[in-house]
């Protein structure tokens, strides 16, 4: 089994499958880490918590690591 990459605060990841929302994004940001992690989708802003485990699975990878949170829906990243 492969090690998940490593990842934080307002990191930017993409998942494994996209969000199941009209922009069908796969591009998250983690805005809470502790036992769950809170992402928010960047596609339509709605925010989800998901437990570290199930995360380590979904996540395929971190593209980028931000100082603070982003904007949903602009795609000028």
Excluded: W
């Excluded at 929302?21 to 036992?35: L, Y």
């Excluded at 918590?49 to 829906?73: C, E, Q, S, T």
């Amino acid at each position: 089994m492969s090690l998940p990459p490593s990842y934080g605060l307002y990191d930017e990841v993409e998942m494994k499958r996209p969000h199941p929302c009209f922009a069908r994004s796969k591009r998250f940001q983690i805005v809470r880490v502790g036992a769950d992690i809170k992402i928010l989708c960047l596609g339509c802003g709605n925010v989800m918590m998901i437990d570290r485990d199930k995360f380590n699975g979904k996540i395929k990878k971190v593209i980028a690591h931000h100082p603070g949170p982003l904007v949903p829906g602009s795609s000028d990243q």
